[in-house]
């Protein structure tokens, strides 16, 4: 059985006196992917910024590889190794695309060899290599989806955070993304994917967590969702359940 | 007259970018308005003169002030604004209200006269070119001033502590979600914003000389630097400050009367159709 890279266990937290999780229960295997899907509104990115420290449960806790993060501010746990693609990109505009990478490179603890650097990441997106002098906000938007993707490994995390990566996207883009989604998993990354399209997430994903409402309705895996014939999409409203789990 | 008008107003146009260089940094990155920005400016006369009263040399009494500042704004920073949590009418009141505080401290200890700072060593003669006669120190001012903004665009362009800077300007929860330290940043920019405006309270000296309500005089102009310039702009700072050091001095001997209205109502006037400033950008 992997280690949990990360754990939600009975997660509350508000705004203000609007309770937005209710009690949010998952876990993420090292090495797997977790695609949480949920409506607009059902608490997915509630669930990524209070995983990043954006926002502090009330009650519950967040741990990655067993250690409690849930107290933390957003710089310690991007040290942990946590790395988040937030939705909407939000790439320093006013930096350059060098800069954005720099800016959130580290040295790792001890000796060890970081693996991704500022080299690594330009030979994984060569687009952006003949764009590190531009600005981030000149870049299209595929352009700024990979920066956002390249500066969150340039941390080396060990947990990736993807919120809505294909949001706004041409589809060659999104498949694009997808296939980087694809590779990380395969050089055995953490992630949790973050998406409203079921399609998407269900076919690369090894766990699905559907939220409505700030409440976990489903947490299987992606082959008991097959074999259950399990309706995602009724908790979506965006595909049918056919298209869901095709 | 014109040509001693004009050094007079590149000189100040200097000493208000030292100024307003720090307290747009300061806005831009932690959208504090920082209204002891100009007690910094007068706290840091008064020091100066008094290292340089104990034997010091001028430039090390200098070094010293911005220094000695640097250490007040963090102090500042990290007990008395940091805890306010970035509530800005907050941020206002204390900031207003410490500089009433300091304005007292300073009339208690160096008492009400001005204070004359003497020109450094080698910069008190003229300097001929074109039949026409340059006061040293003046030109050390502007020289200074020109310098240090080199260095601070330097810093802030071409360093990755100037990156990190300016992507906590751009989006600071992301900044920090990427793990920049931001609260660290805040106070190196407070620091820096507070030794700025010290250093420029102590060159300021041999110029205007110290004396109480300078720090009520330099504020408001800037302020209007920065509304003019745009905010988080060095550029926008640098050539506000020459604007300003400009209106100021000659709308001040040609139109003593309407001083202020010359000097306002560019503000004023950029506030309606520019908002963001000349070199500042909408967020």
């Known amino acids: 059985m ?114 991704w650097t500022l080299d690594t990441v330009l030979d994984e997106f060569p687009r952006l290599r003949e764009r590190t002098s531009h600005y981030a906000g000149n870049l299209s938007g595929g352009e700024q989806q990979m920066l956002a993707i390249g500066r969150a490994l340039i941390s080396n995390p060990r947990v990736l955070l993807m919120d809505e990566p294909s949001e706004g996207l041409a589809p060659q883009i999104v498949a694009g993304v997808f296939a980087t989604i694809a590779k990380l998993k395969s050089q055995g990354l953490s992630i949790v994917l973050v998406e409203q399209n079921p399609k998407l997430v269900i076919d ?20 008991s969702i097959h074999e259950k014939n399990i309706d995602v999409s009724r908790y979506l409203g965006v595909v049918s359940a056919e298209d869901a789990v095709s | 007259m014109w040509f001693i008008l004009t050094i007079n107003s590149v000189t100040l146009g200097g000493l208000l970018f030292l100024l307003s260089a720090g307290f747009s940094l300061i806005f831009g990155l932690m959208r504090i308005p920082n209204l002891t920005h100009g007690s910094f400016f007068m706290l840091g006369g008064y020091l100066g003169v008094t290292l340089i009263r104990f034997g010091l040399n001028f430039w090390i009494a200098a070094i010293l002030t911005a220094l000695i500042m640097a250490a007040i704004g963090v102090t500042v920073e990290r007990l008395l604004l940091r805890p306010l949590g970035g509530n800005a009418m907050q941020q206002v009141l204390l900031t207003l209200g410490l500089s009433f505080i300091i304005a007292d401290l300073s009339l208690m200890i160096w008492t009400g006269d001005p204070v004359r700072v003497p020109t450094p060593p080698g910069l008190e003669g003229t300097a001929s070119l074109f039949a026409l006669q340059f006061p040293l120190y003046r030109l050390a001012v502007v020289g200074i001033a020109v310098i240090i903004a080199v260095g601070l665009w330097l810093m802030i362009e071409r360093t990755r502590l100037g990156a990190m800077i300016r992507a906590g300007v751009d989006d600071a929860p992301m900044a920090r979600v990427v793990g920049i330290r931001v609260s660290a940043l805040f106070s190196v920019v407070f620091a820096l914003g507070a030794a700025l405006a010290g250093f420029a309270g102590l060159m300021a000296g041999p110029y205007l000389s110290i004396y109480p309500g300078l720090d009520s005089e330099m504020l408001p102009l800037a302020l209007i630097v920065v509304i003019l310039g745009g905010t988080n702009s060095l550029l926008g700072a640098l050539v506000g400050s020459f604007i300003i050091g400009f209106l100021f001095n000659f709308g001040q001997v040609l139109f003593p009367n309407l001083a202020y209205v010359i000097l306002f109502l560019p503000m004023l006037v950029i506030l309606m159709f520019r908002p963001q400033g000349l070199f500042g950008r909408l967020t």
Do not use: W
């Not at chain 1, 090894?206 to 409440?215: Q, R, T, Y």
């Open chain 1, 2 to 115: 992997p280690a949990d890279a990360l754990r939600f266990s009975g997660v509350d937290v508000y705004y203000g006196e609007s309770h937005a999780l209710h009690g949010v229960s998952f876990s993420v295997g090292e090495g797997r992917v977790l695609g949480l899907l949920g409506r607009n509104g059902a608490g997915k990115t509630t669930c990524m910024n209070t995983t990043v420290g954006l926002l502090q449960p009330r009650r519950g806790d967040i741990a990655l590889f067993g250690e409690s993060i849930s107290r933390l501010g957003p710089e310690a746990i991007s040290r942990k190794g946590i790395g988040l693609v937030p939705q909407g990109r939000r790439v320093f505009k006013r930096l350059t695309v060098r800069e954005n990478l720099v800016v959130a490179s580290r040295r790792l603890p001890g000796r060890q060899a970081p693996k």
């Open chain 1, 204 to 223: 690369i994903a090894d766990d699905i967590v559907v939220l409505n409402s700030g409440s976990v309705v489903i947490a299987e895996t992606t082959r």
